[in-house]
């Protein structure tokens, strides 16, 4: 079947720090990757997206390579704000489904 | 200005009635879903629809119901059947079938008591 693992949060750093949220994949077929966002009392935004093996996503200084070897998706960024604080979900589509992970809470504190 | 609209933001509700959540999207979407979200956790599947007058259960249909009479529209209705209601609730658009991504409303938190 079809499912996403996430690393378990929450996440706490410094800013300026360098982000890894890892996200890893089951999947049949070659599906499309997605890492969201979703702030305090909001919906999920898209924030970067990757629809084949070796592609690279990139959105506001975040970036995430389709690693097709590997089944992984990883969310990194160099220098982190205050402002980036938020639950982060990856996601991928298979045909016509979604499938979310769990979400990981990052928390950048000054 | 393209979106999803999600009405309304706060909804409180008294143990065993039914309530519905509204969902509107303008930009020309064939698919559209409902998701309960619970505090600290994913994102759980409801109902979706691929086309007009069509729907399919989630993993969690059960006490909500849908319709989707227009393309624009696909109201959720929580119905008194469903035990813990209380929750915030999203819906999501895309394009249709082929990976395309999802798009979401603001969300509607619910409190029933």
């Known amino acids: 079947g079809n499912s996403v693992t996430q690393m378990e949060g929450p996440v706490t750093l410094s800013e300026e720090a360098f982000l890894t949220i890892n996200c890893t994949y089951t999947a049949t077929g070659y599906p499309s990757l997605f890492w969201y966002v979703q702030y305090p009392g909001e919906g999920l935004q898209l924030l970067l997206k990757?629809?084949?093996?070796?592609d690279k996503g990139s959105n506001k200084g975040f970036e995430a390579t389709y690693r097709k070897e590997t089944t992984s998706f990883h969310l990194e960024k160099g220098s982190v704000q205050v402002s980036d604080s938020a639950v982060y979900f990856c996601a991928l589509i298979s045909g016509n489904q979604f499938y979310f992970g769990t979400g990981t809470s990052l928390t950048v504190i000054p | 200005d393209g979106g999803i609209t999600q009405s309304p933001k706060y909804l409180f509700r008294k143990e065993g009635q039914n309530v519905t959540l509204s969902c509107e999207q303008n930009?020309?979407?064939?698919?559209m879903y409902w998701y309960r979200q619970d505090p600290g956790q994913g994102l759980r599947l409801i109902y979706y629809?691929?086309?007009?007058?069509?729907?399919q259960k989630g993993d969690i249909a059960e006490g909500y119901s849908v319709s989707r009479e227009k393309k624009e529209s696909f109201p959720l209705t929580v119905t008194s059947a469903q035990k813990n209601p209380t929750a915030f609730y999203l819906c999501?658009?895309?394009?249709?079938?082929?990976?395309?991504?999802?798009?979401f409303g603001p969300g509607t938190r619910l409190t029933v008591t």
């Open positions: 930009l020309n979407h064939d698919a």
């Open positions: 629809s691929q086309i007009v007058n069509d729907f």
């Open positions: 990757a629809t084949k093996a070796d």
């Open positions: 999501a658009s895309s394009a249709g079938q082929g990976g395309y991504e999802q798009y």
